[in-house]
């Protein structure tokens, strides 16, 4: 027995009989922890099947696995974007490409890939950045699933999210699923839960070695490779950028860390722990992807469909002594600077200038802003950005904050890797 | 370009063989950062059956074929149903309706991983366990068996025989519908040797060992270049004090808190500059000076094993090893030294002079160690590897008892069902409802897929029907929690054969993980019976 699929002439396939056994169980009757608003049976199918338009934000570890949930769940109009090309170590759990697509495009691949793979699905791929899209493109999906492992991008997706709500309009508020490589899922919708800046600070603070132990006092291993990389690299290559991606960028890395290790008798460098210290590697296997996905994807499921309540809104796996798993509810903060409207309160010493004031922005958990810029309602302080503005401001880097404002006053802060303002609002101490 | 030629030069007289990794080290690299050449190596050697080919299954292997086990064989005589096509993603679709489901899964899972063998076995279960000798054989040539679903019969006669015989192999059983799942590994036993648990091993700075305590009390720290006093590690700083703060106290620690108060004063009181990042690092490690450096209770738990008192020669390796150092805790009522220190704040010279009296020390520890084994007879067939995995990881060692599957319900008390139905009625109440249904089912044959096919209608099942086979599992006095069971029971009879592509991917994920660290041997697999909500989304384990 062959059943061929049957195609219309708009070319959208039909479904065969069957083909949603598994799912229409849920879909043709509530249970009893479902919401009363539900529409069991044709309708809520149509929606789903032939309505709903989602966009997958990262075509890696989380995205593969969340495409191909996404399309045997019943999902027909897909989008995804990822910047980012095939590379051989994404074959031990990016399941859509073979040793054949290294180095073409994530996006690209995985379409093609789920489209041959599930009949009547349609994938559609961007290779490139999500800040390359404006509100408009955002406006037309109705959930947004984010597969990143870039704090960055998850920061300026959730701020264009927020942004985008307007009151008056309830199909402005996208539902943000957010998926991490670490193991947690959560289930934003903006303005309404807490959002991804609200949560900043539960992020890892990133191992950083003090330069003075880089230049003059290594102890271990990974202090020589970071020589190697932060000061020898320049010394020796002048403006050439160092790629990670390059084998024979690492390999150089390595050789130097390697002779620097063995000038102070420290042991343990290798080719693999410098490629893990420059490229910042978090180790990374099928099966956690796969959880974190699938959660993402059921949660994308139940928003959907009503068909059953969802994650309310955070759940964090921890799989190394048996399994362990949180769930609970983060909350909104009233002070956070993209969906809480209120200024954060920041003591500092009377003694502070701008510029320890900005290493300080740079440094705390809950703001971590590169190269802010700051200005107060009535004047610049000092700009990253343009080169003429960033020379004319650049003499207030010395003076104190209290030359510049009063106490209670306030100071905004912006970035340009993050589409909104932070307002500060200064005390002295 | 110059200076880069020199450092060539200089390294080419360290590096040995080829450095840049090979193609399939790089294809491992992210997931041998976790479990090393060793846990891949084991997984490399694994043999894998898989029982039945549905969604949650394929979805299981999905995440094994892909870090590199060797073989995986799907047992499954079925025949793909529009149903199959519509929700297993190793399946192509309605071009695979009505070919072989095992070979076709087969063919779509090994198409993930060159390096991984994969075979499709036709043949029914039920036969083959009609000659349980013929069984247990072909059973014995697997690593670890995995069952989703299967007909509660067959589970229970399929349980019986793995369990029956220690050398067959694991049996991971997965019940899942809807947006409900649970599953259990049963196992005799499993013992640990990297378990990866986050306990760090004790520094030894309250019994500092002979090199140690003559380097500290060597230092002349008055009269020290100022430069030189900012780089003595807190280790030493602080084996100096406790040495000076015993010989005015009667040879003891600080004990009560104006003491540890008076201690951190003395090392405060050291600093040469405000900031002396080493002084302020000892002072903050101070705690270590009154913390009892001796045998963690749960190694101690370990080391009561009876087994300990049999000859070496009779016992496995790991039980071996567990001897030596149970003689070795005798000795010294500690357990050896592990060789890695920490980074702390000090200059090169004087870390790496550290780092290499914890080596020495830790490499005559060892030696003693293996020295005993030898006395007692029970070094042959433990190389040096076992030997320095097993010292290196003496502080969080694991044993797990292991149970057969379905002994929950066995037990005639019943006192750990009461315990969880009391304690996590939300869990208990979901293991129950799993358990009914795959009972209820198991008597209508429903979950023989061959019988299934063509039949597009899931089975009604009742509210009542599931209640009174779940409460047969009970023991007499208990009962299900009113709330949750019917919140379980109404969800179940809503989907009672649904294998929903999410739940599935979900189980994948998280089966694959608890087999990946039975096979590596690596971190510590679950012990109980996993249940899974994923309507509120959470995970419990009774």
Known sequence: M????????????????????????????????????????????????????????????????????????????????????????????????????????????????IMKRVPGVKVTPYHGKIQDKDDDYYMQFNIIICGLDSVEARRWINATLVNLVDPENPESLKPLIDGGFKGQARVILPTITSCYECSLDMLNKPTAFPICTIANTPRLPEHCIEWASVLEWPRIHGDKKLDTDDPEHITWLYKAAAARAHEFNIEGVNWSLTQGVVKNIIPAIASTNAIIAASCCNEAFKIATSSAAYLNNYFMLIGTDGVYSYTFEHEKRDDCPVCGGEALDLSISSNTTVEQLIEMLVEKQDIQIKKPSLSTPTKQIYLQAPPQLEEATRPNLSKKILELVPAGGEITVTASTLPFSLSLRINYT | MADSKDIESATTAIILDGIVPDSRT???????????????????????????????????????????????????????TPEDAGNNFFLEGPDSIGKSRAEETVHFLAELNEGVDGRADTRELRELLNDPKGAAEWLGTYTIVIAHNLDNGLLEKLSTLLWEDESLPPLVVVHSAGFLAEFAIQFHEHTIIESHLESSPSLRIDKAFPALRDYALSLDFQNMDPTDHSHIPYVVILVRVLEEWRNTHNGLPPQTYPEKQAFKAKISSMKRKFDEENVEEAESQAYRCWTTSAVPSEISALLSDPRLSQPALSLPPFFRLLKALKKFTERHDILPLTSTLPDMKANTEEYVKLQRMYKNRAAEEKAEIREILVEDGGAEGVDDVLIDQFVKNAHR?????????????????????????????????THFGLSALQRVLSKRGNTNQSQRQGQLQPPKITIEELTAEAQALLPSGASLPETEWNEVAGELVRAPTA????????????????????????????????????????????
């Open chain 2, 26 to 80: 790089r294809r491992y690299d992210r997931q041998l950062r976790l479990w090393a050449a060793s846990g891949q190596s084991a997984l490399e050697h694994s043999r894998i059956l898989v029982l039945s080919s549905s969604a949650t299954s394929s979805s299981i292997l999905k995440n094994l074929v892909l870090p590199g086990i060797g073989h995986f064989t799907i047992l499954d005589k079925s025949i793909v």
């Open chain 2, 499 to 542: 294998d929903l592509p999410n739940s599935a991917a979900f189980l994948g994920g998280l089966v694959a993980q608890e087999v990946i660290k039975m096979i590596t041997k690596q971190y510590v697999p679950v012990d109980g019976i996993c249940v899974i909500d994923l309507i509120e989304t959470w995970t419990g384990v009774i």
């Open chain 2, 397 to 429: 060692l694991k044993i797990l008892n292991g149970r057969k599957w379905g002994t929950l319900e066995k037990e005639k008390d019943g006192e750990r069902i009461i315990n969880a139905l009391e304690s996590s009625p939300k869990q208990a109440a």
């Open chain 1, 2 to 113: 062959s059943v061929q699929p049957h195609f219309n002439g708009s070319a959208v396939p039909h479904d065969w009989a069957g083909r949603y056994y598994h799912i229409d169980q849920i879909l043709n009757a509530p249970g009893p922890r479902t919401d009363p608003a539900f529409l069991a049976g044709d309708e809520v199918k149509d929606f789903l099947r032939n309505q709903v338009k989602i966009l997958v934000i990262g075509a890696g570890g989380l995205g593969c696995e969340i495409l191909a949930n996404l399309a045997l769940t019943g999902f027909k109009d897909i989008h995804v974007i990822d910047m980012d090309t095939i590379d051989i170590s994404n074959l031990n759990r990016q399941f859509l490409f073979r040793q054949k697509d290294v180095g073409k495009s994530k996006a690209t691949i995985a379409a093609e890939f």
